[in-house]
């Protein structure tokens, strides 16, 4: 079954302890993203990928970062996350960039407290 | 700078039609999606335009004009399963850049 898969999905932790929310596709799609969720604002993308080693920021990268080393894996890392990083986030696939439908996970809710 | 706009709310009753308008000025443009997204879950891909006019897809039609920056998803017979909200979104380049999404409540 094709499918985009994040863990984890629920995530609870303090101010300035790393975390890492992974993601990984079964679809050998080249592009993948990452975007957060908050109520009134739509979703923001966070990252993007074009394929292996290659990322770009998106519109609210501030705060995070990503790495692309396999073609399935896209992991968004959060070095010292902070309270305003509470958010729903979603990673997501597509088989090129922005003119493709995009495959979406089933999202990570993190909480900073 | 980079906007999409569409309502915040609409509601609409079982069989009928209802339409969520989507306006953009956006620096790139590929084309237009549309995501349903119920309550809790990920967005689902509906539908994408890039050239003018209409494509249907079953209950669900989307339109574009790109020199007026505009589009509209068009839902008929509507059901209570179309309860969810509907994400207007823009491909330009490697970018996609979302509405704040429609939230649609069908009632009966």
């Known amino acids: 079954e094709a499918q985009v898969t994040q863990n984890p999905r629920y995530l609870i932790t303090v101010t300035g302890k790393k975390l890492t929310v992974t993601c990984s596709q079964n679809?050998?799609?080249?592009?993948m993203s990452w975007y957060r969720q908050d109520p009134g604002l739509g979703l923001r993308q966070i990252y993007y990928?074009?394929?292996?080693?290659?990322?770009d920021k998106g519109d609210v990268p501030e705060g995070y970062k990503v790495s692309r080393k396999e073609k399935r894996n896209f992991p968004l890392i959060l070095e010292s996350p902070s309270p305003n990083q509470t958010s729903l986030y979603f990673c997501?696939?597509?088989?090129?960039?922005?003119?493709?439908?995009?495959?979406f996970g089933d999202g990570t809710r993190l909480s900073i407290l | 700078g980079q906007n999409i706009d569409q309502p915040t709310e609409m509601t609409a009753t079982e069989g009928a039609i209802v339409q969520i308008n989507c306006t953009y000025q956006t620096s790139g443009f590929n084309g237009l999606f549309w995501y349903q997204q119920h309550a809790g879950e990920a967005p689902t891909f509906l539908s994408y335009?890039?050239?003018?006019g209409l494509e249907e897809k079953g209950r669900f039609s989307s339109f574009l004009s790109r020199s007026k920056g505009y589009s509209y998803l068009l839902l008929k017979e509507l059901q209570m399963k179309d309860s969810a909200s509907y994400l207007c979104?823009?491909?330009?380049?490697?970018?996609?850049?979302f509405g704040a999404g429609t939230r649609l409540f069908v009632k009966a």
């Open positions: 335009n890039v050239l003018d």
């Open positions: 997501a696939s597509s088989s090129t960039g922005g003119n493709q439908p995009q495959h």
């Open positions: 679809m050998n799609h080249e592009y």
């Open positions: 979104a823009v491909g330009g380049g490697f970018k996609t850049i």
């Open positions: 990928s074009m394929n292996v080693e290659v990322t």
